[in-house]
């Protein structure tokens, strides 16, 4: 029995762990139970560590008896993303190829962080091969199944990482974004996700897309859980060459600020066109409640949008070059094609991207002088059907694997923090996501915001009901 288990965010969990209410092994075992009852149908996992997670548990409760502190995530069961290094699995990154590979001989840092703050880690998820995906489909492994209705996506690349958590099987996970693989499984699922500055966590001992881009980041059911785990996992590590050397910002003592003084507009222009209704009625939804009515125009986020379709093929292609020449047929085939053609992109092609890059970085830093928080939508609909392969926005008939990301795009391009927030409007029966965007460094501001709306209900990230 799962004692009411998968409703519980994990700070509530820490809270009973910490003061002797439940015991982390109880903790971790209802996790399990959740894991085994409802994974064959939502295909999250794709490897379960029950011996190791109950070990950790057993060690957790013997030093809590012994009167020892235990840290903020304490009996927190948590899940990560496939393309994190855990010792004795895999690391698949989504990928048939992969399978071939020996374990990991170590844990990434980020699994480290989180069990160094009492953390379990329960297992490994399923993701979009290779991280080049938008709608947790995998042609290997199979689809993440959304929870709110397991015929949709739960969205990509994390798709398991979002599956895990909405369903209540792990009220954490950590996945990874690129070009918006944490925000769109966090919109389709209904959660809260945070992908942080570029160079802020860690990635040392994670398997890589595009190494100028990739970002890790955590999935929850609560503003005050994503922020929890953010500063768990923060701290220089030398392993990444990327990561930028600045101390811990502590953000979860700073969440109940309110929004006094913070300056907030929606994202017109680009980030108001091209979508279904449902994106910009839940933007709107969000301004409301945040007491806003100021509009800003991110400058040229199209065409950002389109130099960083160019460095993803380019550094994706590169990165994947000897497994395309001696394993072509491994790959799924949506994701081969389009790294054949990023290997043969034209090099001056990818340096004017490069070029446009700092300049459109300088353009958007210049729009924090005047605001500290800008709103968007996070995807263009709501989840599409699994197996679906086009839709209509705007009365234009596109793709939707190449399309689900077209607001999240331009944001990870210049690497700004934002804080993914779920909405569910009352003619809707699935839940969609708004981009909470702050300046470079600021994730506290970002995260504020977010519990502000979670605190005031118009952001809510309630446990599926179709799960069992």
Request: overall charge neutral; hydrophobic content about 45%; glycine content about 10%.
């Amino acid at each position: 029995m799962s004692d009411g288990f998968k409703d519980l965010a994990a700070n509530e969990i820490a809270t009973a762990v910490n003061g002797g209410v439940r015991s982390a092994r109880s903790i971790v075992e209802a996790s399990l139970a959740e894991i085994e009852s409802q994974n064959p149908a939502l295909n999250a996992f794709t490897t379960v560590l029950a011996e190791r997670a109950l070990a950790r548990a057993d060690s957790i409760d013997s030093r809590k008896a012994k009167g020892a502190s235990l840290g903020p995530l304490a009996g927190v069961p948590f899940s990560v993303k496939n393309l994190y290094d855990v010792e004795g699995v895999t690391t698949l990154a989504g990928a048939k190829i992969n399978a071939d590979n020996a374990a990991a001989g170590a844990d990434c840092t980020l699994v480290k962080k989180l069990e160094a703050a009492d953390a379990v880690l329960v297992g490994c998820l399923n993701m979009g091969e290779y991280a080049y995906d938008f709608t947790g489909e995998n042609a290997h492994f199979g689809p993440s199944r959304n929870p709110h209705d397991p015929n949709h996506m739960a969205g990509g690349s994390s798709g398991g990482s979002g599956t895990a958590v909405a369903s209540g099987m792990t009220p954490l996970s950590l996945g990874s974004d690129t070009n918006g693989s944490i925000r769109v499984p966090s919109s389709f699922c209904g959660l809260f996700g945070l992908k942080p500055t570029y160079g802020r966590l860690s990635r040392s001992g994670t398997f890589p897309f595009v190494a100028s881009f990739d970002h890790l980041g955590p999935f929850a059911r609560s503003a005050k859980d994503l922020a929890l785990a953010y500063d768990a996992m923060q701290g220089k590590d030398n392993g990444d060459h990327a990561q930028q050397n600045r101390p811990p910002e502590l953000v979860a003592q700073t969440l109940d600020h309110g929004l006094a003084g913070l300056r907030i507009a929606r994202a017109t222009g680009y980030f108001a066109k091209g979508a279904e209704p449902v994106a910009f009625a839940a933007a709107e939804t969000i301004m409301r409640a945040l007491g806003s009515k100021q509009t800003i125009e991110i400058p040229e986020a199209e065409r950002a949008r389109a130099a960083g379709f160019l460095i993803t093929m380019a550094e994706g292609g590169s990165l994947h070059l000897e497994r395309l020449r001696t394993r072509l047929a491994d790959f799924d085939p949506d994701v081969r094609e389009r790294l054949i053609a990023g290997a043969i992109l034209p090099a001056s092609w990818i340096v004017q991207a490069q070029k446009f890059r700092r300049w459109y970085q300088a353009q958007v830093l210049k729009l924090f002088q005047h605001v500290d928080v800008i709103v968007a939508p996070a995807t263009p609909c709501t989840a599409p059907m699994i197996g679906q392969k086009n839709m209509v926005l705007d009365g234009v008939e596109m793709a939707v694997r190449a399309n689900i990301g077209l607001f999240t795009q331009p944001i990870s391009f210049i690497g700004l923090p934002v804080a993914a927030v779920p909405v569910w409007l009352q003619q809707e029966s699935l839940p969609i996501g708004v981009q909470i965007i702050a300046a470079p460094w600021r994730e506290d501001i970002a995260l504020r915001v977010a519990y502000a709306l979670e605190r005031s209900g118009a952001a809510r990230a309630p446990v599926a009901k179709s799960a069992s």
